[in-house]
């Protein structure tokens, strides 16, 4: 970059540092604005100086999806962490793109309210959490969280602002620019503001753990649950990688099953589910207040099992462990210790097979299984060193591939060492990819945001 670029760029910007890397390109620079008219500053001037630029909320995911055919300058959101309005009377939250959602949580049950996003990374920001798209326990109750957002604003990569949708929740005019920011990972705009849709906190919920040892009663469980007149707010599987050879004992896992409301109804619903558990084979069924370890996070290595009981916490408010439950303790997130995580969707019906060529392919899930919605941890653990191959990981793919697509849904790569990324396809097929091109080639004509990061080199 030259020196007549970094003036360009203004106050806001400085010689990156080597935290500054995305998914290993190391950027030139990083700009920090202070709000949404800096962010439109900074992306004038480097589209006139022909800078590639990448969007960095808390930096938690950023080596999700492809590394970045250019990154020459990072455009750090975290300055952009304001609560703009809670309208509490009407469920409503405007926030910026840079606040976390851990921060928005706490300061919504401030108020006996929440939003139905789940971000159990401790940094993770709202715009980073739109861009990946990711949903976990709460999608079963309030959909995805393109369903949540009810309006926005971004930032073009030619710097000229742009909004749309408002904080009236029955708003249909316009192109629905927030449904298709979700999951963009930042190829198509930056995200400045979002307005959310927002629910009340439960006056009480009880999670009824069933553990597992496998696919064979898992699946079962989950249909009965989902099925039943019970009206459950998340339904999640976790089951760790099955047992090899060499290593000892059984896999233990957990079918939990989140019911919430008045206390009343809640605790009946509770005892409902937990006697439809026992009555489709669980033998041994938990309920408690609060989360188990785990609730919500990826098959990561060495997360503790569901099927463990929680331990006690000392009595505090429902919002207090509502918070706790959305933000646990932080772990090493930033690595899958060599493995492959995989993001696996399906139609319901479709989830024995899927657990099934899971299993056969060694690979840990835990997630939305009711939903559809499963992430899939291939090795390696101990013992497991195979696994790890580009070849075993290729396999395993296109088995969970042709299994996924067999039931209407697909298998993505979310993260992955560099061998693996580069031996498979990450994004798989795209039936739609003409039309996501088309897009791309109106928001960002050049090819500056992001580049080459998402599907088909986008
Ligand atoms: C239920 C659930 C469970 C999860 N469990 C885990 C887990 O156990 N472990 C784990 O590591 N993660 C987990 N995640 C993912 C985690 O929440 C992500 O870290 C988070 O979504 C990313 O936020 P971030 O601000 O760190 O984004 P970044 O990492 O900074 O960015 C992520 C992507 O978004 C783009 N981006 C960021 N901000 C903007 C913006 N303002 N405009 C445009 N593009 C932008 C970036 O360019 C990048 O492509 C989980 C997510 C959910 C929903």
Redo the contacts with the bound molecule.
């Keep these: 970059m030259t020196r007549d670029a970094l003036d360009a760029l203004g106050d806001v910007c400085e010689r990156a540092g080597p935290a500054d890397e ?1 998914a290993g390109v190391r950027a030139a620079y990083v700009a920090r604005p202070g709000d949404a008219a800096q962010v439109a500053d900074v992306l004038r001037a480097a589209a006139a100086h022909d800078l590639a630029v ?12 492809l590394p970045p055919a250019r990154a020459d300058l990072v ?1 750090d ?1 975290s300055g ?1 962490d304001r609560i703009v309005d809670h309208a509490a009377g009407d469920l409503v939250l405007i926030a910026e ?2 606040a ?2 851990a921060d928005v949580q706490r300061r919504l049950a401030t108020a006996g309210q929440r939003l139905a ?5 401790p ?10 798209g ?6 079963l109750l309030a959909g995805p ?1 393109k369903d949540q957002i009810i309006g926005i604003s ?1 930032v073009r990569a030619d710097g000229t602002p742009a909004s749309s949708g408002g904080r009236v929740v029955k708003n249909v005019a316009g192109y629905d620019l927030g449904r298709l ?1 979700c999951g ?9 503001r979002l307005i959310f849709r927002l629910r009340p906190l439960p006056a009480a919920r009880a999670f009824v753990t069933a553990p597992v040892l496998g696919p064979s009663l898992a699946a079962p469980l989950i249909e009965a649950v989902a099925a039943a007149q019970l009206v459950p707010s998340a339904i999640e599987l976790h089951l760790p990688a099955p047992p090899h050879d060499d290593a000892a004992g059984p896999a233990t896992g957990a079918v939990v099953v989140l019911v919430e409301g008045a206390p009343a109804g809640v605790a009946a619903r509770a005892a409902a589910v937990r006697d439809l558990l026992r009555r489709t084979g669980a033998e041994e069924v938990h309920v408690r207040a609060d989360a188990p370890p785990g609730w ?3 098959p ?1 290595q060495g ?1 503790p099992a569901h099927g463990l009981p929680a331990p006690d916490l000392p009595a505090h408010s429902l919002p207090a462990r509502v918070v706790a439950a959305q933000a646990p303790a932080a ?1 090493d ?2 690595t899958t210790g060599g493995g492959t995580l995989l993001r696996l969707t399906f139609v319901r019906s479709g989830l024995p097979a899927v657990l099934s060529a899971a299993r056969d392919a060694g690979a840990a899930v835990s ?1 939305s299984a009711a939903a559809g919605v499963l ?1 899939a941890m291939l090795g390696p653990g101990p013992g497991e060193r195979a696994m790890a191959t580009p070849e075993h990981v290729a396999a395993a793919l296109a088995r969970l591939r042709t299994v996924c697509a067999r039931h209407g849904g697909g298998a993505i790569v979310l993260d992955a060492p560099a061998a693996v990324r580069d031996a498979v396809d990450v994004w798989g097929p795209v039936p739609a990819l003409d039309l996501m091109r088309r897009v791309k080639a109106q928001f960002d004509p050049a090819h500056r ?2 580049p080459g ?1 998402f599907v088909g080199g986008i």
């Design positions: 995305v990448v969007a960095r909320g808390g930096g938690t995911r950023l080596h999700w999806g455009l959101l952009l793109a840079g976390r959602v996003v789940d971000a159990p990374t940094g993770a920001t709202l715009g980073g959490t739109v861009a990946t990711h949903s976990g326990p709460s999608r969280i971004v920011m963009s990972y930042g190829t198509l705009a930056v995200l400045t919500g996070t990826l990561t997360l772990q997130l930033r997630g992430t945001l992001s990061r």
